[in-house]
């Protein structure tokens, strides 16, 4: 009896604790109403997971100012967009190429969102085997003179993760600044010992929200999936690779890795250099430098004209889920995608949608492997809704698709981090490059039309003959998808 007495008792704390945070997420948090339903379904039916769900995941940091530029840094950042605004709002800027005149929409609202200049004098190159890269980047580390800038959401304590920790050591030992930034999430099985001869020979590591506990972290729901890497102020890369075997094509599981990367030169580092030292300040506790050391005097590499955007929960404005709202909005003739995770909120579906309903040739390319089968069922069940309105989904077969590419147009595209899902739009931090250039967009287009010979294409046909089994399975991911 007594028992059964304590259970009953237990049963109503939990069932109070719950009402608690339903009237929190419904009430304080001003969350969007769709994730507000799933967490209050989650909490209401599922009370102890749902409890535990919300303590690790549930956190709106939007309300935590942990983030917040000091003053004076934004005063800064500011004053170098300050000649661009009135350029932009004067229409008296000089563009290279007269189409970026039909983007200054677009590139208004990355700059007065995202604190990100248009630069045209860039020399841009585009990576998709994870071989050319690492041989590329392995090169420019081992070239590094004065200082070597490295944030990645993951770095594998694997062949390919020791071997650039050896360079990165070997290159602090000489006296060149190494700075590594990682996140507490995506790295979390990185041990003290990967970094011990490292942080001997001079060099710097910080964890962007590090588990307080091996494991354990209560806010993991907020991951730093930027991929940037900054050499000597003269070359940056920036792109969906992060560091480890997998992403050689050397996994098992997946074998084959697709993915996108981009090799930059001119003017666009100077974001990139800014947006790693706001991070690197806040994981490390350091402050911003008063020197311009790692904002060089510039000749001209190439005429590619590249913003450089970030987004992130500690934002105003969800500023690549913006601009990959205007890109697809604005497409009139040919709109192509690459993503491994498709959970789109209601505008970056509806605006899919509306573009092939407007006779746009839209096509979208997703895994058929998943890394996650949650996402993956939650990714499929938006795909039905797709082929209605004319989009063409494909499903890539050779191995493991993690590009986050958007091309419209043959002129102008994103490649970065941020996939077409609610988590990159409102919890992680991301970075994507936003390229107004025909030449690249030339390329990335060429390179999804080959990829297409490894896909097979969703039709309705094969959409419809789908088990009850694999619509439950769709349909029990897709409530919950946004809070996947």
């Known amino acids: 009896m007594e028992i059964t007495g304590f259970a009953w008792k237990l049963a109503d704390i939990i069932f109070i604790i719950n009402i608690f ?50 003053e004076e840094e934004e005063h800064e950042l500011l004053s170098l967009l300050a000649g661009q605004d009135v350029g932009l709002r004067q229409n008296s800027l000089h563009f290279n190429d007269p189409r970026i ?3 200054l929409d677009l590139v ?25 890269l690492f041989n590329r980047i392995l090169s420019s580390l081992k070239n590094a003179q004065h200082y070597i800038h490295m944030e990645y959401f993951i770095i594998r304590n694997d062949s390919l993760g020791r071997y650039i920790m050896k360079i990165l050591t070997k290159k602090a030992k000489e006296g060149v600044e190494v700075k590594v930034l990682y996140d507490g999430m995506g790295s979390i099985r990185l041990s003290p010992r990967f970094f011990k001869k490292f942080h001997e020979a001079g060099g710097r590591s910080a964890a962007f929200f590090p588990p307080f506990l091996p494991y354990i972290n209560v806010r993991i729901n907020y991951r730093n999936h930027r991929k940037i890497l900054i050499i000597d102020g003269d070359e940056a890369y920036v792109g969906g690779f992060n560091i480890g ?66 987004s992130g929960p500690d934002m105003n404005y969800p500023a690549i889920k913006n601009g990959y709202l205007k890109l697809i909005n604005k497409a009139q003739h040919k709109l192509y995608l690459e993503t491994p995770y498709l ?26 492997k998943p890394d996650h089968f949650y996402v993956y069922w939650a990714s499929l069940s938006y795909v039905g809704e797709l082929l209605a309105a004319g989009v063409r989904c ?40 936003f390229i107004y250039d025909e030449e690249i967009s030339r390329q990335l287009e060429e390179e999804f039309l080959l990829a297409l010979e490894d896909c097979i294409e969703i039709t309705r046909e094969t959409y419809a003959m789908r088990s009850m089994r694999v619509r439950f399975k769709e349909g029990l991911f897709r409530l919950l998808s946004p809070i996947l």
């Open 21 to 70: 945070l339903v009237a929190i997420v419904v009430i304080f948090e001003r969350r969007n109403p769709v994730a507000t339903v799933a967490w209050i379904l989650l909490l209401v039916f599922v009370p102890i997971l749902g409890f535990l769900a919300y303590v690790f995941l549930g956190q709106n940091l939007q309300r935590k100012k942990l983030f917040y530029l000091k």
């Open 101 to 103: 005149r039909e983007y």
């Open 108 to 132: 208004y609202l990355q700059m007065v969102s995202s604190y990100s200049l248009l630069t045209q004098d860039n020399k841009v190159e585009v990576f998709y085997e994870g071989e050319e």
């Open 245 to 310: 075997n997998e992403y050689l094509g050397l996994s098992s599981r997946f074998n084959h890795w697709r993915d996108c990367h981009l090799k930059i030169k001119g003017s666009a580092i100077d974001t990139l250099e800014m947006r790693f030292l706001v991070d690197w300040r806040f994981a490390a506790r350091d402050s911003l430098p008063e020197t311009d050391v790692y904002f060089p005097t510039r000749k001209p590499e190439g005429s590619s004209a590249l913003q450089i955007v970030s």
């Open 343 to 368: 959970i789109p909120d209601d505008s970056i579906l509806e605006a899919l949608k509306i573009a092939a309903l407007s006779g746009v040739d839209v096509r979208l390319m997703i895994p058929y």
């Open 394 to 433: 494909y499903q890539y077969q050779k191995g493991f698709l993690h590009s986050k590419i958007i091309c419209a147009d043959g002129f102008a595209s994103s490649v970065g981090t941020a996939n077409l899902d609610i988590r990159s739009f409102e919890l992680n931090f991301e970075v994507n490059a």
